[in-house]
C-alpha cells in the first residue's frame, strides 16, 4: 500500500486491561494490538458520531470488569490467559476521523491493520459499526487467502445503501468481492434487516454458508465448526446484535434468539484449534443502551478467550 498515509492512532485515557499503549505502529513490538475503529462509512450526518463510535472507550472503560489480572485463573481458558508465557499485548489507539474527509479513516483504519500484520502481531479491532470491518478485511490481502466467519443477526449484503457502497449494510458483500477472501460463513441469522430477496439471492449465488440462528441452537456449534475447513487461516467477525441480547442487550437493533456466549467460547476456541484465527473485530455496540456494562463486559471476554486460546495454542513466539 502506498505510503502516503501517516498512520497515527489517536491516544486513549484508559487503554484495554491496562496494557501498554503503542501508538507508533512502524516500531511495533507486539503479539496482539487492541485498535479501535470508531468511525464508519455514514448514510447520514446523524450517524457521523452515533452512539456506536463511543464503543472502543465503553469496552476499554469496562474491561477491568472482565479482567482480574494475568495471575487469575480464568476459568474459560483452564488457566491464566498467558499460559505463563511473556506475552505482549498492546493498545494501539483509535483510528481519528477527519471532518473534512469521511473517507480518511477507512485508508488509515487498512494502513493501521497492515502495519499490525507485517509487525506479526494479531489485530483485535473495537468498532464501531459494521463498515469498519472493510477497511480490516481488506488489510489481510497480504496474509490471505483467509476464511471469513462472521456472527450476526443480519445478511449484510447490500450492494448500496443511500449511495453509501461502504456502509454497515454492505461489510460481507465487499468482502465477496476480495480475492483474498475465501469461504464466507454467516452464522446465527434471523428476524430481518436491510436485506431483501435479490440480497438473500445474491449471497446463495455467492456460496456463502448460511446459518440461521435455530439452525445452531438445533445442531449445535460443534456441528457449524465441523463445516469450517481444518488447516487454514481465518477472521472472525462479530456483530454485538448476532448475540443473544440477554449477553448483549446494548445494540441498535436487538433481536432475541442469537448465539449465546457459550458457543461464542465454542467457536472462538474451535477457530484457534482447527487453524488460525488471524484477527477479529467486534462492532455494532451503543453503549447508551447498555445494562451493567453487560455488552462490555462481554466484548472483553470475547477479546480475553481469543487471547488466550491463542497463548494456550502456541500462536505467538516468546
Given at each position: 500500500m502506498p505510503n502516503r498515509f501517516t498512520v497515527a492512532p489517536r491516544a486513549v485515557t484508559h487503554t484495554f486491561c491496562n496494557f501498554p499503549l503503542a501508538l507508533d505502529l512502524d516500531t511495533l513490538d507486539a503479539h496482539v494490538a487492541i485498535l479501535g475503529l470508531?468511525?464508519?462509512?455514514?448514510?447520514?450526518?446523524?450517524?457521523?458520531?452515533?452512539?456506536?463510535?463511543?464503543?472502543?472507550?465503553?469496552?476499554?472503560?469496562?474491561?477491568?470488569?472482565?479482567?482480574?489480572?494475568?495471575?487469575?485463573?480464568?476459568?474459560?481458558?483452564?488457566?491464566?490467559?498467558?499460559?505463563?508465557?511473556?506475552?505482549?499485548?498492546?493498545?494501539?489507539?483509535?483510528?481519528?476521523?477527519?471532518?473534512?474527509?469521511?473517507?480518511?479513516?477507512?485508508?488509515?483504519?487498512?494502513?493501521?491493520?497492515?502495519?499490525?500484520?507485517?509487525?506479526?502481531?494479531?489485530?483485535?479491532?473495537?468498532?464501531?459499526?459494521?463498515?469498519?470491518?472493510?477497511p480490516v478485511l481488506r488489510a489481510l490481502e497480504d496474509v490471505g487467502p483467509v476464511n471469513l466467519i462472521q456472527i450476526d443477526a443480519h445478511l449484510d449484503w447490500r450492494d448500496h445503501l443511500k449511495g453509501t457502497k461502504t456502509g454497515y449494510s454492505s461489510p460481507i458483500r465487499r468482502a465477496a468481492e476480495m480475492p483474498h477472501i475465501d469461504q464466507i460463513f454467516q452464522i446465527g441469522l434471523r428476524c430481518q434487516g436491510s436485506a431483501r430477496a435479490k440480497e438473500f439471492k445474491a449471497a446463495t449465488n455467492h456460496g456463502v454458508n448460511l446459518t440461521t440462528a435455530y439452525e445452531l441452537h438445533d445442531q449445535g456449534m460443534e456441528k457449524i465448526l465441523a463445516q469450517i475447513p481444518d488447516g487454514e487461516k481465518y477472521y472472525l467477525t462479530i456483530d454485538a446484535d448476532g448475540m443473544e441480547p440477554s449477553a448483549m442487550p446494548a445494540v441498535a437493533y436487538p433481536a432475541p434468539g442469537g448465539v449465546t456466549y457459550v458457543q461464542m467460547h465454542k467457536l472462538i476456541h474451535g477457530l484457534v484449534n482447527k487453524g488460525r484465527l488471524v484477527g477479529m473485530d467486534i462492532v455494532e455496540i451503543t453503549p447508551a443502551n447498555d445494562v451493567n456494562d453487560l455488552t462490555s463486559i462481554t466484548a472483553a471476554r470475547l477479546i480475553t478467550n481469543l487471547i488466550g486460546a491463542a497463548a494456550k495454542a502456541g500462536y505467538f513466539r516468546v
Open positions: 470508531p468511525y464508519g462509512d455514514p448514510y447520514s450526518m446523524e450517524e457521523l458520531t452515533n452512539d456506536q463510535t463511543n464503543a472502543p472507550t465503553a469496552v476499554r472503560r469496562t474491561s477491568d470488569k472482565a479482567w482480574e489480572g494475568l495471575d487469575s485463573w480464568d476459568f474459560d481458558l483452564g488457566g491464566t490467559v498467558f499460559d505463563g508465557q511473556a506475552i505482549r499485548v498492546v493498545d494501539a489507539g483509535d483510528v481519528p476521523g477527519d471532518p473534512r474527509d469521511l473517507t480518511a479513516h477507512y485508508r488509515l483504519a487498512e494502513a493501521a491493520v497492515r502495519k499490525i500484520l507485517a509487525a506479526g502481531a494479531m489485530p483485535i479491532s473495537i468498532g464501531g459499526d459494521h463498515g469498519v470491518s472493510i
